[in-house]
């Protein structure tokens, strides 16, 4: 079953415009992921927020976690036109290494 | 770095065919699995191997089966395929040091 859902399906913003993405789950969870993925290509692995961490920054993506609200944003500051890509939300289910992705956020950004 | 190789990037199978797909990964990781993806669907987990020879079902397991009998490759088979097997199959392997997963490149396969 499928539990990360992120939002919105897809977003289109200008080059320089930051981006927040939000993903929601269901079960409890060790930590959350996210992923990019580039047009017909696989996942990469952008950031991990563990179930104890409220906040995470890596460069341009700040990642923040509301365990009480089962969801998390990703946001993407002074978007460049390279990340345009689909974003993935990523959470182990009940501590498993079974992970469930979501469907994913689409980013378009214009140059 | 960590690579994840896939055996092929594109495929084109006849229905009934038995497919191979083989995944390779070489930072001696424990685990490892295999994906699908589809439009508006996302990736759904097929199979995992959290040690050689030992594997267990994802959500979508029917009609698939994998095989593992080395740490570094992990194999998944379509024993039979069929038109709705048409997909992007993704394999990843992830080490319990990190919790972080690496994925191969993908193979489109398509089955006619």
């Known amino acids: 079953s499928q539990q990360g859902e992120e939002d919105p399906q897809a977003l289109s913003i200008q080059e320089g415009e930051n981006a927040t993405m939000n993903c929601s789950y269901k079960?409890?969870?060790?930590?959350l992921q996210w992923y990019r993925q580039n047009s017909g290509r696989g996942l990469v692995h952008l950031i991990l927020i563990r179930s104890n961490e409220r906040e995470k920054h890596s460069g341009r993506l700040r990642v923040t976690l509301d365990t009480s609200k089962k969801s998390s944003s990703l946001l993407i500051t002074a978007s460049r036109a390279a990340d345009t890509a689909s974003y993935f939300c990523a959470t182990d289910d009940s501590g498993t290494y079974k992970y469930i992705f979501g469907t994913g956020t689409r980013l378009k950004v214009l140059a | 770095d960590v690579k994840v190789t896939q055996s092929s990037r594109y495929l084109v199978k006849r229905t009934g065919e038995k497919v191979f797909l083989e995944c390779v990964q070489d930072?001696?990781?424990?685990?490892m699995f295999w994906y699908r993806q589809d439009p508006g669907l996302g990736l759904r987990l097929i199979y995992f191997s959290y040690d050689v020879k030992m594997k267990e079902k994802g959500d979508i397991p029917e009609g698939y089966s994998v095989s593992r009998e080395k740490k570094e490759r992990f194999s998944l088979i379509l024993e039979s395929a069929s038109t709705n097997q048409t997909s992007m199959y993704l394999c990843?392997?992830?080490?319990?040091?990190?919790?972080?997963?690496?994925f191969g490149p993908g193979t489109r396969l398509t089955v006619l």
């Open positions: 079960t409890s969870i060790n930590n």
């Open positions: 990843a392997s992830l080490t319990g040091r990190t919790d972080t997963q690496y």
């Open positions: 930072m001696d990781h424990e685990n």
